[in-house]
């Protein structure tokens, strides 16, 4: 559940090919994925949820939000259910076009979420920041501690 979670929050931070999908080893070694993730998350446009998928077969369920950041100031709430990205449903068949469009998130930059609260969905404009110093610390913190647990689990 928590690289699931991990994976959901920085696949929309940044999109990291380091991260594995839930439950999978990450492919990339402890020093490429620190090395991608401390000079790509710093320039990219952030909006400050974490998300999980688990038992979704669409959609990503906000399981927390930021304080302070866009996706507080755009009024999300935790429970929401982000359904797309500027018109892009979030869903297998998506991944690739998801990829390719958060390719242009930079700070500044304005996106599209579809979210839905109940039964209503909602378009919601959120202008991207530059993710802070302190969450960029714990987000790579974490996925370090992803990668010394499996490694750690592969010796035994």
Request: aromatic letters at 4%.
């Amino acid at each position: 559940m928590r690289l699931r979670r991990l994976a959901m929050t920085l696949a929309l931070a940044a999109l990291l090919p380091a991260v594995a999908p839930a439950g999978e080893k990450c492919p990339y070694s402890t020093q490429e994925c620190l090395d991608y993730m401390a000079n790509k998350m710093k320039d990219s446009g952030w909006v400050g949820v974490e998300l999980d998928n688990e038992g979704m077969e669409a959609g990503w369920t906000v399981t927390r939000v930021i304080e302070g950041s866009p996706a507080e100031a755009a009024g999300i709430r935790v429970g929401d259910i982000l359904v797309a990205i500027n018109g892009i449903e979030l869903n297998k068949d998506n991944k690739d076009k998801l990829a390719e469009a958060r390719e242009a998130w930079k700070p500044g930059s304005d996106v599209t979420w579809t979210m839905t609260r109940g039964t209503s969905p909602r378009d919601l404009q959120i202008t991207l920041e530059r993710m802070p110093a302190d969450v960029l610390a714990r987000f790579i913190g974490q996925h370090m501690l992803e990668h010394a647990e499996m490694e750690v689990a592969s010796r035994s």
